[in-house]
């Protein structure tokens, strides 16, 4: 499975900005796709999650009510919609695929089995 990313970018704070991930290869198995995001010294930092094909999403406290992940599973993608951006969104966003149901946290990096390039998100 690879993952491609794209729509990050620069914005000033109470911005918006659009993340998309498509997935190509076996995809067969992804069962949940998501994202995490790294700034340089810290750990992966889960940002939110999805149930391929389901409705149930996942999301870190810090971006509730501001972030909305979805999906179109025809076109084996996902999005995240980003409002109300604030500087400390500033990170390199991962998206990130896994394979067959979670069993434990979906916050778990270690839970995922592919990931993207990473892209650059920068609010200012």
């Known amino acids: 499975v690879q993952l491609v990313e794209s729509g990050g970018g620069s914005v000033q704070a109470g911005g918006s900005l659009r993340l998309s991930c498509t997935a190509s290869?076996?995809?067969?198995?992804?069962?949940?796709m998501g994202w995490f995001r790294q700034v340089p010294g810290k750990e992966r930092e889960a940002v939110t999650s999805?149930?391929?094909?389901?409705?149930?999403?996942y999301y870190a406290d810090s971006v509730k009510g501001r972030f909305t992940i979805s999906q179109d599973s025809a076109q084996n993608t996902v999005y995240v919609q980003m409002n109300g951006l604030k500087p400390e969104d500033t990170a390199v966003y991962y998206c990130?695929?896994?394979?067959?149901?979670?069993?434990?946290?979906?916050?778990?990096?270690?839970?995922?089995?592919?990931w993207g390039q990473g892209t650059q998100v920068t609010v200012s």
């Open positions: 290869g076996y995809t067969q198995n992804v069962k949940y």
């Open positions: 999805i149930w391929i094909g389901g409705t149930a999403t």
């Open positions: 990130a695929a896994r394979d067959g149901w979670f069993r434990g946290t979906w916050r778990d990096p270690s839970a995922y089995h592919y």
